[in-house]
């Protein structure tokens, strides 16, 4: 499939999502989270993916926000729509996926584009990252999940007073925050997303998927996260990757999962 404003790459159990935009820091327009929805389905739904990475495309920025020009002129029941959209085509979708997602932060991470890593399984940084939601400084606030999912991975306080100031954080201060996992240089970047990639592959992709909604429904609400862990844990029993998974590592030998 070819898009306009995205590129999309399968290699060795990894596809690579990049978003492609470089002269506009990688902003995200609506024909790009539209293409971005269809990447990530298509990823999903291909059964030799195991992961996927998602980055920005030059030097300079992961994604440096929402297109501002596409939403300049919105009156109230746009800006609405903006957001509710956005959030149904990416931001949950990707939160929601069965296969791991890893953000590869390269540059600029602000607005839309922390939201998106935000939304992003877990995150990794190039040390010249810079992240923040600096929406009130244009007179509105995250629409994209930045106010829910940034509290929930760096605390109230903290997320308060990113998003009140508008400010940027550096990818160090954004590793002791938690916001990213690990922070590389530039060039080790792609090459670290895809070690932890491989580490990822080497386990049951049926079990990853059941994890990643048994850890999700935490954060969801009138959802018990203990109940959908307990029915997950069940499930897993009646799959041909916990049989392989259990016999390989009794006969001791080492798991090749079916994906089933
Ligand atoms: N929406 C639309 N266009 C954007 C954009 C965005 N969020 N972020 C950057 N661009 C465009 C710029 O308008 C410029 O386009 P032009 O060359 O046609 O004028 C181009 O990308 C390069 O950006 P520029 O501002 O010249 O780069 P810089 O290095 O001087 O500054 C930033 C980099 C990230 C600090 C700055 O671009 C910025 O503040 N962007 C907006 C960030 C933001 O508020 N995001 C939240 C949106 S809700």
């Keep these: 499939m070819t898009y306009n404003n995205i590129l999309s790459e399968f290699n060795n159990g990894i596809t690579t999502i ?59 029941e746009n800006g609405g729509k903006l957001a509710a959209k956005g959030q149904e085509l990416l931001f949950d979708f990707v939160e929601n996926l069965s296969t791991p997602v890893i953000a590869a932060v390269n540059g600029f991470a602000l607005g839309g584009g922390l939201e998106l890593a935000m939304a992003c399984h877990f995150r990794v940084a190039s040390d010249n990252a810079k992240m923040g939601l600096p929406e009130t400084s244009l007179g509105v606030i995250p629409g994209y999940g930045g106010t829910q999912r940034l509290p929930q991975l760096i605390g109230k306080g903290r997320a308060m007073e990113l998003v009140m100031t508008a400010g940027m954080i550096d990818a160090q201060t954004a590793h002791n925050y938690g916001l990213v996992n690990h922070v590389t240089t530039v060039d ?17 992709s049926v079990a990853i998927s059941k994890a990643i909604k ?11 996260g203990f109940a959908v862990e307990i029915e997950e844990f069940g499930n897993c029993f009646g799959t041909a990757d916990f049989k392989e998974g259990t016999s390989a590592f009794l006969e001791k030998r080492k798991a090749d999962f079916p994906g089933e």
């Design 18 to 76: 990049t978003i492609n935009r470089p002269k506009k820091l990688n902003a995200l327009n609506k024909e790009t989270i539209q293409e971005l929805h269809e990447a990530f389905k298509a990823a999903d739904a291909d059964k030799n993916t195991k992961v996927v990475i998602v980055t920005g495309s030059g030097e300079k920025a992961f994604v440096a926000g929402a297109d501002i020009s596409e939403f300049a002129d919105f009156d109230v």
């Design 214 to 224: 048994a850890v999700n429904a935490n954060y969801k609400d009138g959802v018990d």
């Design 188 to 204: 080790e970047l792609l090459p670290l997303a895809e070690k932890i990639a491989g580490k990822i592959m080497r386990n049951s």
